[in-house]
């Protein structure tokens, strides 16, 4: 069984590869502090029985976000102010090593659970997302994410989607 844990350093953080040295670096160096300084949040999946230091199958960062309404489609911006909040997704990978077992899913899955609690507390229009290439951004369409009209590569999937897909895996 896995678990999702908050990024401590009874992780192993060096020993994570998923094939890109960007994402490396990020866990490595960059989560812990952003995670200090209240930038961003860091989740990372381990194995239930793991010991420290608990090697990292896969994670994502999350940070809130402000949007311009008017970047979105006008049927999501239709009576939304100019400026509204989401939290990103800032970054989503998985262990090289563990790839194509619906990781990648499990942890979106659990992201789209974290927004719940921040839309609870604080609202917020859903989840956005900056996909590094097409692929990727094919890879958050299976889950119902929809590209920016002015950017492909930045997606959005809306607090109802989330809500509908959290109850399809209650
Ligand atoms: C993209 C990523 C997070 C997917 O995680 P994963 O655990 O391998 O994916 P899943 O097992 O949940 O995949 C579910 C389905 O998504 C599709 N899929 C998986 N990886 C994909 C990719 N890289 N591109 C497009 N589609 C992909 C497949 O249809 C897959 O189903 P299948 O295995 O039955 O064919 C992972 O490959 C990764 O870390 N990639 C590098 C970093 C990255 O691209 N991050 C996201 C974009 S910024």
Redesign the pocket.
């Known amino acids: 069984m896995h678990r999702l844990e908050l990024l401590t350093k009874a992780h192993d953080r060096d020993g994570f590869d998923?094939?890109?040295e960007p994402?490396n670096l990020f866990l490595r160096q960059t989560a812990r502090q952003h995670a200090e300084r209240g930038i961003s949040r860091t989740f990372v999946l381990v194995n239930e029985t793991a010991v420290p230091p608990k090697p990292i199958l896969?994670f994502f960062s999350l940070n809130i976000c402000q949007v311009k309404s008017e970047s979105l489609t006008p049927s999501e911006a239709k009576r939304l102010p100019r400026d509204v909040s989401g939290v990103r997704l800032g970054?989503?990978?998985?262990a090289k090593a563990?790839?194509?077992?619906?990781?990648?899913?499990?942890?979106l899955v659990a992201a789209m659970g974290k927004f719940m609690g921040i839309f609870n507390a604080a609202g917020g229009i859903g989840l956005f997302?900056?996909?590094?290439d097409q692929?990727?951004a094919?890879?958050?369409e299976?889950f119902g994410f929809v590209s920016l009209p002015s950017n492909d590569l930045e997606l959005f999937l809306p607090v109802k989607t989330i809500q509908e897909a959290l109850t399809q895996h209650a």
Do not use: E, F, N, T
């Open positions: 998923r094939g890109s994402l896969g970054r989503l990978a998985v563990c790839q194509r077992q619906s990781i990648g899913k499990l942890l997302v900056d996909a590094k692929p990727a094919r890879y958050y299976q």
